[in-house]
């Protein structure tokens, strides 16, 4: 029902910034919680941040609280992550994510992904 588009990954030097969209299709972007993940090569993917259906609650893995923040625009259907001061080991694919509950949304378990868009910071 619901389809994710991220877009906004690239290269940037540490230090730099990204803004990372997730474009959602249909009707009902407004009632879903939703949430960003990361995968590095040969690694689990981790949480990053999520936002609740309202956009009233935010929540940050603590490797990126006050570094990234979580938005999302209604009218356009999009959630955005805007990422600062970016290091090396941000590097990963991002990946957002609809349909998850507040108690559960760091645990990876949504209804809904994305296909994943890159990011690579370089030193």
């Known amino acids: 029902q619901v389809q994710l588009v991220e877009s906004g990954g690239g290269l940037v030097q540490a230090g730099g910034s990204l803004r990372l969209s997730c474009a959602a299709s249909?009707?009902?972007?407004?009632?879903?919680?939703m949430g960003w993940f990361r995968q590095a090569p040969g690694k689990e993917r981790d949480f990053v941040s999520a936002?609740?259906?309202?956009?009233?609650?935010?929540d940050y893995a603590d490797s990126v609280k006050g570094r990234f923040t979580i938005s999302r625009d209604y009218a356009r259907n999009t959630l955005y992550l805007h990422m600062n001061s970016l290091n090396p080991e941000d590097t990963a694919v991002y990946y957002c994510a609809a349909g998850s509950s507040i108690g559960t949304w760091r645990r990876g378990v949504y209804r809904y992904w994305g296909q994943g868009t890159q990011v690579t910071v370089s030193s």
């Open positions: 936002i609740s259906s309202s956009g009233s609650i935010t």
């Open positions: 249909g009707h009902t972007f407004s009632s879903y919680n």
